[in-house]
């Protein structure tokens, strides 16, 4: 399933700064770095008939699921970079926060009611996987043992803000939790949250 090694993760999204910073991109984007070996383990193993589900930040899960690079490109110039859903496949993403999180569960317990072999990988943030919406699907997929597995990619941040300090806390929920539907790593990325650190969006 995987054809994308680290290098070429990188290159694709140095590309993508460089559109953005000279211009050609308008809308906006949200970049990875630092987490490229992370995903290349995760997506060992998804397999073609699985469903990957995530957030504004989906690039790298766009390319190792098989979305060709072309395809991606083109979409994100046409200001689809924060909501990416290309279903021939099997990939959906969306800009609200957490707003993935039901909808990956929904599939979910579709495939359990027509006993299929898929599954569901459903990426999220740290400060997302805080939220009540969140909690609330981790515990459900649990009790009811979902198809479904939750990757919390824990860059450390709400945005510029840290998330244990938002908190108050030296460990998140998830940290703490024997939800076995729920995975997680760790990364900081040289890039800002949204754009890619020389000319201002918003």
């Known amino acids: 399933m995987v054809h994308w090694n680290s ?42 008939q699985d469903w990957v589900i995530g957030s504004w930040r989906s690039h790298y ?4 699921k098989g979305v ?9 110039l046409q200001g689809k ?8 496949y099997r990939i959906y993403s969306s800009a ?11 599939v979910a317990m579709a495939i359990r009611k027509m006993r299929t072999d ?5 990426f999220l943030g740290d400060m997302t996987s805080e939220t009540g919406i969140a909690q609330s699907c981790f515990r459900y997929a ?29 460990k998140l929920r998830y940290e703490e939790s024997k939800n076995t539907k729920v995975i997680s790593y760790k990364y900081k990325s040289k890039y800002p949250h949204a754009g890619a650190g020389i000319r201002v969006q918003f």
């Open 7 to 48: 290098d070429k993760l990188v290159k694709f999204e140095e590309e993508i700064a460089i559109l953005f910073n000279s211009g050609e991109i308008k809308f906006p984007i949200h970049l990875s770095n630092g987490n490229e070996e992370n995903l290349i383990e995760i997506f060992k193993e998804i397999q073609p």
């Open 61 to 64: 899960q766009c390319l190792l």
């Open 68 to 76: 060709p690079e072309s395809e991606l490109k083109s979409a994100i």
């Open 81 to 88: 970079s924060i909501s990416l859903c290309f279903p021939e």
């Open 96 to 106: 609200i926060v957490g707003g993935q999180l039901p909808i990956a569960v929904g």
């Open 118 to 122: 898929e599954k569901v990988w459903c």
């Open 142 to 170: 649990l009790m009811y043992n979902l198809p479904i597995t939750f990757i919390i990619e824990d860059n450390y941040l709400s945005v510029l803000t840290d998330t244990r300090k938002s908190w108050n806390s030296i």
